[in-house]
Nanobody
Framework: QVQLVESGGGSVQAGGSLRISCEASGYSDSSACMGWFRQAPGKEREGVAAIYRDGGSTYYADSVKGRFTISQDKAKNTVYLRMISLKPEDSAMYYC?????????????????????WGKGTLVTISS
């Protein structure tokens, strides 16, 4: 049974930083495309970053480029999202997701329906 468990969310002031984590269990696909998505109240879920586990290539939404960094620790089966220069508009529930490898290098990773597995989310709140 695949489980993705997010952690590390919290409340920070604008301009601050935060690192959230996603630990995967029951999922040993070393070449999967792992992504971080977020959903603010009243808005659609959007992809913010992805990493191709086999090789470590990373992909970002334009809105977070230069501020968010996705990384992985393959030994711990964990993916991280380091966020700096946080803005109030970054406030959202952040979800970890996993899908087939081609989603990353084809650019399709941002499609919510494309990912096969999802975590339950971790809440990030940025105050101004």
């Amino acid at each position: 049974q695949v489980q993705l468990v997010e952690s590390g969310g919290g409340s920070v002031q604008a301009g601050g930083s935060l690192r959230i984590s996603c630990e995967a269990s029951g999922y040993s696909d070393s070449s999967a495309c792992m992504g971080w998505f977020r959903q603010a109240p009243g808005k659609e879920r959007e992809g913010v970053a992805a990493i191709y586990r086999d090789g470590g290539s990373t992909y970002y939404a334009d809105s977070v480029k230069g501020r968010f960094t996705i990384s992985q620790d393959k030994a711990k089966n964990t993916v991280y999202l380091r966020m700096i220069s946080l803005k109030p508009e970054d406030s959202a529930m952040y979800y970890c997701a996993a899908g087939r490898p081609f989603l990353c290098y084809s650019g399709s990773w941002r499609g919510v329906s494309a990912m096969a597995y999802w975590g339950k989310g971790t809440l990030v709140t940025i105050s101004s």
